[in-house]
């Protein structure tokens, strides 16, 4: 899900960046017969951008606090563990990238003309958010917890697998797959758990399983 918002946030950039540079530089549009700082309806196209991308940030940092939060919530688990700290020290340094990408691209788009002080904010906000959340998760408050129900893995991103539909689960040297009905295959990476803390992981897991409709491979 990270992935596909960063690539979404990306993929939104291109076409910004194109307009903020003709509007700052004042670069001539011909098809329109009209230039840059002269676009009719540039301020709302401008805020609509900006609005749009403040409203993905908002609903990633919705996301990841909420699982950071279900997660924290020990009692409700049968099993609760913090990620290991290879996992943690990976979250923090791909956070802090972001911060620093999301960052120079929000000054970035102001430098080049202050109209677009919308899609500023908006790669601004998910910057800020980025290096809180990645100040405030630290070592302890990135978790994987184990329900009767489902699995959740909240650090950088959440990953919920629940067991209903669940058909087969295989255990790999670098993943946990989740083959699901329908040919539905979901993942997480098995390094996520402490490697003195698999074996009584994989233990619990396998008891939230029903043997006669989910089978669970142990090739490790």
């Known amino acids: 899900m990270n992935k596909f918002i960063n690539a979404v946030l990306a993929f939104i950039l291109m076409p910004t960046m194109l307009l903020v540079v003709f509007i700052g530089f004042d670069l001539p549009l011909t098809i ?4 840059g700082a002269n676009l009719p309806y540039r301020h709302e196209i401008l805020l609509g951008i900006g609005l749009l991308i403040l409203v993905i940030n908002i609903r990633r940092s ?3 606090w909420m699982g950071m939060i279900i997660v924290s919530r020990k009692d409700k688990f049968k099993w609760n563990a913090p990620v290991s700290s290879s996992r943690a020290r990976r979250v923090l340094t791909y956070l802090l990238l972001e911060a620093v990408v999301m960052a120079f691209v ?8 202050s109209e677009a002080w919308m899609p500023a904010i908006g790669y601004l906000f998910g910057a800020f958010d980025s290096v809180l959340f990645g100040l405030i998760g630290g070592r302890t408050r990135y978790r994987i917890g184990l329900s009767s129900k489902a699995l959740i893995v909240a650090d950088r991103e959440v990953t919920i697998l629940y067991f209903n539909g669940l058909r087969k ?3 790999q040297q670098q993943s946990i797959y989740f083959d699901y009905v329908k040919g539905l295959q979901l993942s997480f990476p098995s390094d996520c758990v402490e490697e003195e803390n698999r074996a009584e ?17 142990k090739n490790m």
């Open 32 to 35: 329109f017969k009209t230039s």
């Open 169 to 171: 689960v295989s255990i």
């Open 201 to 217: 992981f994989f233990t619990m897991l396998e008891e939230q399983l029903d043997p006669d409709k989910v089978y669970f491979s």
């Open 62 to 64: 919705v996301r990841r």
């Open 106 to 113: 929000g000054v970035a788009l102001y430098k080049v003309s």
